[in-house]
């Protein structure tokens, strides 16, 4: 077998190699099969503030309901101040670690206006 024989077998499979390794990582990437650790990263800390921001906004409706206060009396923009006092009162019962702290407070007021 000669060298021009060799190269004219295998050119299928060093193309099938070079196409593969190009499409593979592109297909990968974009079908959201393969994720960055960024991107794993603000998921886990986006699910971390979603949690704890419902367990704010519950204990804003149970705050309200002992208090016989109303939660649309906490709606709007011009009640922001009150609604701000509550969530700061009841973020102080709730443990949330210091690095979400400002969004999990953020997302609680944003959920009662």
Same mark, same amino acid.
């Given at each position: 077998?000669?060298? *021009?024989?060799?190269?004219? #077998? ?8 070079? &196409?593969?390794?190009?499409? $593979? ?18 998921? @886990?800390e986006?699910? %971390?503030v ?8 519950? @204990?804003? +409706? %149970?705050?309200?309901? $002992?208090?016989?206060? *109303? ?7 011009d009640?922001? $101040?009150?609604r =701000?006092?509550? !969530?700061?009162g ?5 443990? !949330?670690?210091a =690095? &979400?702290? +400002?969004? &999990?407070?953020?997302?609680?007021? #944003?959920?009662?206006?």
């Amino acid at each position: 077998m000669t060298l *021009d024989q060799i190269l004219e #077998r295998t050119k299928p499979y060093a193309i099938g190699l070079v &196409v593969g390794l190009i499409a $593979a990582p592109t297909i990968g990437f974009n079908a959201g099969w393969i994720t960055t650790t960024t991107a794993s990263t603000l998921a @886990a800390e986006t699910a %971390r503030v979603d949690a704890l921001a419902g367990i704010c906004s519950t @204990a804003a +409706g %149970r705050m309200a309901t $002992a208090n016989s206060t *109303d939660l649309a009396t906490f709606k709007g923009y011009d009640n922001r $101040a009150k609604r =701000d006092e509550l !969530v700061a009162g009841i973020m102080a019962d709730i443990q !949330v670690p210091a =690095d &979400v702290l +400002g969004k &999990v407070s953020t997302s609680c007021s #944003r959920s009662l206006s």
